[in-house]
């Protein structure tokens, strides 16, 4: 397909995209109204990326599993970092103080009590 048109859909590799509005090709634009071809469902619980689609905040940059697997963090651009359940779905701490977007994460065996 040619990137430069404004056809209302176009298909890349990873699913199908739409374009709504119908004006712009902008990449970040493009990848916020993909529709997945198929549902993304490996199990019946609640996957981190239903948790973060249901969160009130900006862009998540980054994630990071505990190393139990039973927490996910999420490192955002309103400046916060995110502790989640897995299993639950409910976020159960916030770390504020940074003064600019979270954009990565690094942790060594991070356990949480």
């Given at each position: 397909?040619?990137?430069?048109?404004?056809?209302?859909?176009?298909?890349d590799?990873d699913?199908?995209?739409?374009?709504?509005?119908?004006?712009?090709?902008?990449?970040?634009?493009?990848?916020?109204?993909?529709?997945?071809?198929?549902?993304?469902?490996?199990?019946?619980?609640?996957?981190?990326?239903?948790?973060?689609?249901?969160?009130?905040?900006?862009?998540?940059?980054?994630?990071?599993?505990?190393?139990?697997?039973?927490?996910?963090?999420?490192?955002?651009?309103?400046?916060?970092?995110?502790?989640?359940?897995v299993?639950?779905?409910?976020?159960?701490?916030?770390?504020?103080?940074?003064?600019?977007?979270?954009?990565?994460?690094?942790?060594?065996?991070?356990?949480?009590?």
């Amino acid at each position: 397909n040619n990137n430069n048109n404004h056809n209302n859909n176009f298909n890349d590799n990873d699913g199908q995209y739409e374009n709504i509005d119908g004006e712009s090709d902008d990449n970040n634009e493009r990848a916020m109204k993909k529709k997945q071809k198929n549902e993304w469902s490996l199990t019946e619980q609640i996957t981190p990326f239903q948790m973060l689609k249901r969160s009130n905040q900006k862009w998540v940059w980054d994630l990071a599993f505990s190393a139990d697997s039973q927490y996910v963090f999420t490192a955002s651009s309103d400046h916060y970092v995110r502790l989640w359940s897995v299993y639950s779905g409910q976020m159960t701490r916030e770390y504020s103080g940074h003064q600019k977007a979270v954009t990565a994460l690094a942790f060594a065996d991070v356990f949480v009590e």
